[in-house]
């Protein structure tokens, strides 16, 4: 059972270039969801999804985008990257059953130079 | 989603009983109490959760107050592999069930 899989786990990126970061479970979960982490801070939530089809904005969407036409797989693009937008990105999945924690991948380490 | 407010850091020598705790005064009814822990810079995992009784699973144990505006994670035996930085979130039950992330406890085991 592989959980939660994000790739790439590194990448250098150049400003004003553009990438997809990749996100795949394999629970049948229905609730997906990006945060991102800058140094030495908590997780900050990008963009969630309840379902496919169904995406919404969280606390810091700006210069991202996200799609979900699958239960399995929620990518976060990135358009025309800015430094401010190196940081840790960690993708999660949930059941929607009362109660039931959240499993997330092992992180993209994002570097704009 | 209610705020919560942790130690910045706390320290914890091994073998005994870490006890991290957490206030949310501004819970509601409808808000579970839920701890993560993050172990460098891997992703989140989940340690427990709790509504309003007394939770204990294999990682940690969580005592959560009558009123509901505190809770205590306790790890019994804390280990070299225990030290990491806490998270304490409060979620909602219903809707999307978003987790806020605050700045945790970093905890340091040491030996």
């Known amino acids: 059972n592989a959980g939660v899989t994000q790739t790439p786990k590194f990448r250098i990126l150049k400003i004003g270039q553009s990438m997809t970061l990749q996100c795949t479970q394999d629970?049948?979960?229905?609730?997906m969801y990006w945060y991102r982490q800058d140094p030495g801070m908590g997780l900050k939530l990008i963009y969630y999804?309840?379902?496919?089809?169904?995406?919404d904005k969280g606390e810091v969407p700006n210069g991202y985008n996200v799609s979900r036409s699958t239960t399995e797989d929620f990518p976060l693009r990135l358009e025309l990257a800015a430094p401010s937008q190196t940081s840790v990105y960690f993708c999660?999945?949930?059941?929607?059953?009362?109660?039931?924690?959240?499993?997330f991948g092992s992180g993209t380490r994002l570097t704009v130079v | 989603d209610a705020k919560t407010t942790q130690p910045t850091s706390m320290d914890c020598a091994e073998g005994r009983a870490a006890n991290l705790p957490c206030n949310h005064s501004?819970?509601?009814?409808?808000?579970?109490v839920y701890w993560y822990r993050q172990i460098h810079s891997q992703g989140p995992q989940y340690i427990i959760h709790?509504?309003?009784n007394n939770e204990t699973n294999e990682m940690a144990s969580l005592i959560i107050t009558e009123d509901r505006k505190s809770s205590t994670l306790i790890l019994p035996h804390a280990t070299l592999r225990d030290t990491a930085v806490y998270y304490c979130?409060?979620?909602?039950?219903?809707?999307?069930?978003?987790?806020?992330f605050g700045q945790g406890t970093r905890l340091t085991i040491n030996p």
């Open positions: 999660a999945s949930s059941y929607p059953a009362t109660g039931n924690g959240y499993t």
């Open positions: 629970m049948n979960h229905n609730y």
């Open positions: 999804s309840v379902g496919a089809g169904i995406t």
């Open positions: 501004t819970i509601s009814g409808n808000e579970y």
């Open positions: 709790g509504l309003k």
């Open positions: 979130i409060v979620r909602e039950i219903q809707g999307a069930q978003k987790l806020v």
